[in-house]
């Protein structure tokens, strides 16, 4: 590293009082000014159904929803039992077909002495874009309407099942000398209310109860989005994101799965997101020759990615914006590591490609700053994905980062937010 530095000043000594040539960094300025985009996605949200599930369970299970259903007539005899209960026992998240996704349903349908069949629901919505100023949320969920032309399925075993419970309703002499045939009637009937009249009861009540409970909201990461796309795969539903950065490569094909929520997102893209960052003040727009932020400093940052170059394809480039004209270029790569629940940033390989200054800049310590800070807002942009399930909010922690290839790669985890000391714990209205 000490060599490397030497090197840096070196070429900065050299380049001393050769004067600026405004003319032609003002030209250098103008070639990075792009406004076309490279094909998305420029980044990605992989969420395995079984995090997602193992959330929808917990949610479902504790309080149980339950609703009752009177038994109607299924024929010319007195039954012991009158009412039946309809519980939630599960909902889970499924493949579906591009830009859908699929909510998979059980109701359990009980007698007072246990399960009598259940009911299989499969609904299909397509999410939605909710914008609210920098962020945006995909938003799918089911209710009434969205279920008014599913029917339900009953378990593949119901007619017997349906049979033994009507046999288990009727007195013992009477259910004896019943012809097997008018159990079998009995059985259809109540296999019709079930999957008729008693699921348009259950659509206002369990369902309606149900669809509020499980109503998904994902937070995506804070990038300027264009579009989204969804599609699935049988164990993970992915959204692709679409930025309106000029970003000159968008995401290759994804690697292998994992087990906790995945968030990519291409080099050029995270170089892009540095300068609309800087642009919007989100990061320094300008930094004094000493290095420090401020807003009449001389020196301003752009940040770019050239897919083309293996060995130091990140580039940094410093303008003098006041006080004389100076410019110097340094390419390099870098690997991240999470330490401490922190992004660190190991610069490799770095160079000064080209330099016009009349004064010999710190650049290593530079780097180190700029980079860390361009950098961070990619961190942060992935950090500031969340899910809520219904009022149930589930934060994030980046568990792990790489740069690999040309994308950075961010392994989350999720947890319910904490329970404050007044028994209110981190949840919003669904």
């Not at 998240?93 to 009911?119: H, Q, Y």
């Not at 995945?262 to 997101?273: D, F, G, N, P």
């Not at 404050?420 to 919003?428: A, E, I, K, M, R």
Request: some cysteine; charged content about 25%; overall charge neutral.
């Amino acid at each position: 590293m000490r060599r490397g530095l030497v090197a840096v000043l070196a070429v900065l000594a050299i380049t001393a009082g050769c004067g600026g040539h405004c003319a032609e960094i003002a030209a250098r300025r103008r070639a990075l000014d792009r406004t076309g985009a490279a094909a998305g996605p420029h980044a990605q949200v992989v969420i395995p159904f079984a995090r997602a599930n193992a959330f929808l369970a917990a949610l479902v299970r504790d309080p149980p929803l339950r609703a009752p259903l009177a038994l109607p007539e299924l024929g010319p005899f007195a039954l012991a039992v009158r009412e039946l209960t309809a519980q939630a026992r599960r909902v889970e998240l499924r493949p579906a077909a591009a830009d859908r996704l699929r909510f998979a349903i059980e109701l359990e349908i009980d007698d007072a002495a246990g399960p009598v069949t259940a009911l299989a629901v499969v609904a299909e919505v397509t999410p939605e874009l909710v914008r609210a100023g920098d962020a945006s949320e995909l938003v799918a969920g089911f209710g009434p309407d969205n279920l008014v032309a599913v029917r339900p399925e009953l378990g593949g075993d119901s007619g017997r099942a349906l049979v033994d419970a009507i046999g288990r309703w009727l007195p013992a002499a009477l259910r004896d000398h019943l012809p097997r045939a008018v159990l079998d009637r009995a059985a259809v009937a109540l296999a019709q209310y079930l999957t008729g009249q008693a699921y348009d009861l259950l659509r206002a009540t369990v369902l309606h109860r149900l669809g509020e409970l499980t109503r998904l909201r994902i937070r995506l990461p804070a990038l300027p989005i264009a579009r989204t796309a969804v599609t699935s795969t049988p164990d993970a539903m992915t959204i692709d994101l679409t930025t309106d950065l000029p970003v000159r490569q968008g995401l290759g094909a994804a690697a292998a799965g994992s087990d906790d929520v995945i968030v990519r997102i291409s080099q050029s893209t995270a170089a892009e997101l540095a300068n609309w960052s800087i642009a919007r003040g989100h990061l320094p727009q300008h930094y004094t020759r000493g290095l420090e932020p401020r807003a009449d400093g001389e020196y301003r940052p752009r940040f770019d990615y050239l897919a083309g170059d293996p060995r130091r394809p990140v580039k940094i480039h410093v303008f003098q914006d006041r006080g004389g004209c100076s410019y110097f270029q340094v390419g390099l790569r870098y690997q991240l590591a999470i330490v401490d629940d922190k992004l660190e940033v190991d610069v490799r390989d770095r160079l000064v490609e080209s330099a016009d200054a009349s004064v010999a800049l710190e650049v290593a310590l530079w780097l180190k700053q700029l980079l860390q800070g361009s950098l961070d807002s990619s961190y942060r942009a992935a950090a500031h994905t969340r899910l809520t399930i219904g009022g149930h909010r589930f934060v994030a922690r980046v568990l792990g980062a790489t740069a690999t290839g040309d994308e950075l790669r961010f392994t989350l985890g999720f947890a319910a937010a904490p329970t404050y000391p007044n028994g209110q714990s981190d949840t919003v209205r669904p």
